[in-house]
């Protein structure tokens, strides 16, 4: 699913990797790339260019971590908006009433009738309905008994009538039925047309205001992009629907509908279909959709730790220290807290891209910390100002005062030098972070 517009995104972001700070120029670059993504991937031009224009806005106006890269902080701001522009929260269908009655549209082959099935078997299963579907073709004897065949799949009964030729009176009588005999939820299925035409317009306008439906779906095939966002705003006009159905996502879809549908029809993708059989239903969720199109779920994640937990500030006072060669082991101790607070190592560092591999097979955990923690708070004041001033018998107090031995001392007082030099090296790139981002 959407393969393609995750390679480009990836791509459009590695525009801005190893650049320190966003600015006008790389963002418009990268941007430029996620534009010419979503054109490709059938993504309706306005929409395409509302989505640029405000990622852009956003991210110019964005303090720049010093824990995330400005890659990463766009993917993270591309990613909230791609979620807002699928509508942001999941939303329920409304199947309440004596019975609910959910009426389902769209054109012939969209997936209607399969997708009558699986709804029909998600509410019976996930939410302990008894569920009566009706068959409402009137011109199709085939798509009656296809109707039959997904209800025996599913063990639900199937309310039709051959002598009937009039959608409406077949629809009231299928809802009386499952008045008088207990069911919760009737799902009504519709005769489809291979196009959008006046008179299947006007069927289903009449069925709707005929039976009051708790719900009405419309359903369409998300491979056919920028065509089923044509088709779903004339099916709104006509029946204002309530929610919308997207169907193949298991297929090659460029992604386009997915995207454009709920900024250019403005009511909400509910459900997806993923397969033929009945189980292959999915409630929406923009977020997670966000996900898999970003592909890049795991760098979203990772910004939204360092959002929560990095303090601004005191990063820019560490900056300073370390440019004025004055970085501590106060200093260093803050910054393993630092690092403790975002969680597991191990974890963390798994979710800079390209770390999980080079992270194979190497042990790392807060344990770790532990002795040097020891070590540290076993220095006076002045020691922790000024390591230098630690000589053998100062090394052997705190080996002693710590619980460890001169050599871990040895080390650790090795260890801090190094990383000195090191972020002094740095220092444009700040602090333990962006350190560990070298290993990228
Ligand atoms: P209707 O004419 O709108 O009722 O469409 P159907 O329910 O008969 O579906 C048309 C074809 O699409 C059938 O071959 C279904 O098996 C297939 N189909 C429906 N939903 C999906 C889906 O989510 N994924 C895939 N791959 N095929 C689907």
């Given at each position: ?367 770790a910390?532990?002795p040097i923690?020891?070590m ?14 630690i000589?053998?018998?100062?090394r052997?107090?705190i080996a002693?005062?710590s619980?460890t031995s001169v050599q871990e001392v040895n080390k650790l007082l090795k260890q801090f030098k190094d990383t ?21």
């Open positions: 699913m959407f393969e393609n517009l995750s390679d480009k995104f990836e791509r459009a972001f590695k525009v801005l990797k190893g650049q320190g700070s966003i600015t006008e120029i790389n963002v418009a670059e990268t941007l430029k790339e996620v534009r010419r993504a979503l054109l490709e991937a059938d993504v309706n031009f306005k929409t395409a260019k509302d989505f640029t224009n405000t990622v852009k806005e956003k991210a110019l106006g964005q303090n720049v971590l010093t824990a995330v890269s400005p890659g990463q902080l766009l993917t993270k701001i591309t990613h909230d908006e791609l979620t807002e522009l699928m509508g942001g929260e999941e939303e329920q269908i409304n199947f309440q009433g004596n019975p609910g009655v959910v009426l389902m549209s769209g054109l012939q082959g969209s997936g209607k009738t399969t997708f009558t099935g699986k709804l029909g078997n998600f509410l019976q299963k996930k939410k302990g309905k008894k569920v009566l579907l009706v068959a409402c073709d009137v011109y199709r004897p085939a798509a009656i008994d296809q109707l039959h065949v997904v209800g025996e799949q599913i063990g639900a009964e199937v309310f039709s009538n051959r002598e009937l030729k009039d959608p409406v009176q077949i629809a009231q009588q299928g809802i009386s039925h499952a008045r008088s005999n207990g069911y919760n939820v009737v799902i009504v299925d519709t005769a489809g047309r291979l196009a959008v035409d006046e008179q299947m317009m006007e069927e289903i306008e009449r069925v709707k205001k005929a039976i009051n439906p708790s719900e009405t779906l419309f359903v369409v095939d998300a491979m056919t992009g920028q065509d089923a966002v044509n088709t779903a705003k004339a099916f709104n006009e006509r029946i204002d629907f309530d929610g919308v159905v997207l169907t193949k996502l298991d297929g090659d879809t460029r992604g386009g509908a997915a995207l454009s549908i709920r900024s250019v029809v403005e009511k909400p993708i509910k459900f997806i279909g993923t397969g033929e059989k009945m189980e292959a239903i999915d409630v929406f969720y923009p977020k997670r959709m966000a996900d898999r199109i970003l592909g890049m779920g795991d760098v979203v994640s990772l910004v939204e730790r360092a959002q929560e937990q990095f303090d601004e500030e005191e990063a820019k006072k560490l900056h300073k220290k370390i440019k004025k060669n004055q970085f501590d082991l106060n200093d260093f101790f803050e910054q393993i807290q630092q690092i403790k607070k975002m969680g597991n190592m191990k974890d963390l560092l798994g979710m800079v891209p390209g770390m999980r591999k080079a992270m194979k097979g190497v042990e790392v955990d807060d344990e910390f532990t923690e020891a540290i708070n076993s220095m006076t004041q002045k020691e922790k100002e000024n390591p230098d001033i000589n053998h018998s100062r052997q107090r002693k005062g619980g000195k030099k090191m972020m002094r090296m740095m220092s444009d790139k700040r602090n333990m972070m962006n350190m560990m981002k070298q290993f990228k």
